[in-house]
């Protein structure tokens, strides 16, 4: 099992930038941000596969954040912008181990490794 680590989270002001990592210890393909704030279901924010030339976001987030990663680091990376009040959330990184995988999911069973979540809070 890939153990996964994310780092970056913290408290900002609205409108203001983020950028959370995490940091895999092994070889991942699909990786994915998700979020989950009190009350709420978990969501998916974006996700990348591992060549990084196919991303896919939350329709409610892609003009603000940027998925990306670095394999060589085995880390994926999220730059939010802009951040608002409504993005504050427990956000988690996830990895899918499977190879061979043609599209991307949104969906959280399509990942088997989890990371431990990071918080994100943004105040008005």
């Known amino acids: 099992q890939v153990q996964l680590v994310e780092s970056g989270g913290g408290w900002v002001q609205a409108g203001g930038p983020l950028r959370l990592a995490c940091a895999a210890s092994?070889?991942?393909?699909?990786m994915g941000w998700f979020r989950q704030a009190p009350g709420k279901e978990r969501e998916c924010v974006a996700a990348?596969?591992?060549?990084?030339?196919?991303?896919t976001y939350s329709d409610s987030m892609k003009s603000r954040f940027t998925i990306s990663r670095d394999n060589a680091k085995n880390t994926v990376y999220l730059q939010m912008n802009s951040l608002k009040p409504e993005d504050t959330a427990l956000y988690y990184c996830?990895?899918?181990?499977?190879?061979?995988?043609?599209?991307?999911?949104?969906?959280?069973?399509?990942?088997?490794?989890w990371g431990q979540g990071t918080q994100v809070t943004v105040s008005s």
């Open positions: 996830a990895a899918s181990l499977r190879d061979g995988v043609s599209s991307i999911s949104k969906e959280s069973a399509a990942y088997e490794s």
């Open positions: 092994g070889r991942t393909f699909t």
């Open positions: 990348i596969m591992r060549s990084g030339s196919s991303t």
